[in-house]
């Protein structure tokens, strides 16, 4: 569904993706991960035919999506400050978008309004930023395009609108199973969704994997100082920190039993790091010391 192979793209003589590649041949929840600047919005802008690649390719649906009218319908792109016409009210949001999208579920759409709460007769320009974002959620969701770009689609929103969001999510990918590209601050929010991370660093994929496998790394081990330091002799260490004569540290490891029993026999302390605090490890610029 999305080829994209030794891709570089830069604006001017400043790179934002270098020898990007990243193969997705089947509908998914795709959770894109990475640090602001990393080139996240302009890999998703590249995916939406906005941009034309400096050197590589990019296909979507088998095409190239630059200037393709073929692959662009079966394209939907929510920017996460999508505009909109300045006096569009809900009414136009609910007839453009049967206009640009095939596969619009006008019924559906509908449905979200109410979930949503969204006054009908305000123009949208006037809205709060969290009923903006529910309005992206609603182009973006009810457009049943076959790939379908969310860029920070929960910003704005509170808890509770957030859920509101998730269920919509699933609803509608089971409904209609797409590619969804997800991209999300709120990392352990959306996990559970999604059946892939890719995550970006420096303009290239770090990682491009299944979230189960994502969310068994990282390990925290805590306790005596020269046990610590025994166990974790030649493994990567992630962030470490020193309490008088106790220390902690993020290992670069799977939480396995191994790992429970290495921790059980040498008095440790263990638990699993979150896949956010993880992440923001592996994307540090500076090593840890020791």
């Not at 929510?78 to 505009?83: G, L, T």
Request: charged share 25%.
């Amino acid at each position: 569904m999305i080829e994209i192979k030794n891709l570089t793209y830069g604006y001017k003589h400043t790179p934002v993706l270098t020898n990007f590649n990243l193969i997705e041949t089947e509908p998914s929840i795709i959770a894109l991960w990475g640090r602001n600047g990393t080139g996240k919005t302009t890999l998703m802008s590249l995916v939406a035919g906005h941009y034309k690649p400096n050197e590589g390719s990019i296909k979507v649906l088998g095409e190239e999506p630059y200037n393709n009218l073929n692959v662009l319908e079966n394209i939907c792109y929510i920017q996460e400050n999508h505009p909109f016409g300045h006096n569009w009210r809900i009414d136009d949001l609910l007839k453009y978008g049967r206009y640009f999208h095939p596969e619009w579920d006008q019924e559906f759409a509908e449905h979200l309004v109410q979930v949503f709460e969204l006054p009908m007769n305000k123009k949208i320009t006037k809205f709060s930023k969290g009923m903006k974002t529910a309005v992206q959620i609603i182009l973006g969701l009810a457009s049943n395009a076959k790939i379908t770009v969310l860029d920070e689609p929960t910003n704005g929103l509170d808890a509770v609108k957030r859920k509101l969001f998730y269920d919509a999510l699933l609803e509608s990918y089971e409904e209609n199973p797409r590619l969804i590209l997800l991209s999300t601050h709120h990392i352990e929010e959306i996990q559970p969704l999604c059946e892939t991370i890719v995550v970006v660093n420096d303009g290239k994929v770090l990682f491009h994997e299944q979230m189960d496998v994502m969310r068994e790394k990282g390990i925290i081990l805590s306790g005596n100082i020269d046990s610590i330091e025994h166990v974790t002799k030649n493994i990567s260490i992630l962030e470490s920190s020193k309490i008088s004569s106790t220390k902690k540290v993020m290992i670069d490891e799977l939480f396995t039993n191994e790992w429970k029993k290495i921790a059980e026999d040498h008095h440790l302390k263990i638990e699993k790091a979150t896949l956010q605090d993880y992440l923001i490890n592996k994307t540090k610029n500076k090593e840890v010391k020791r």
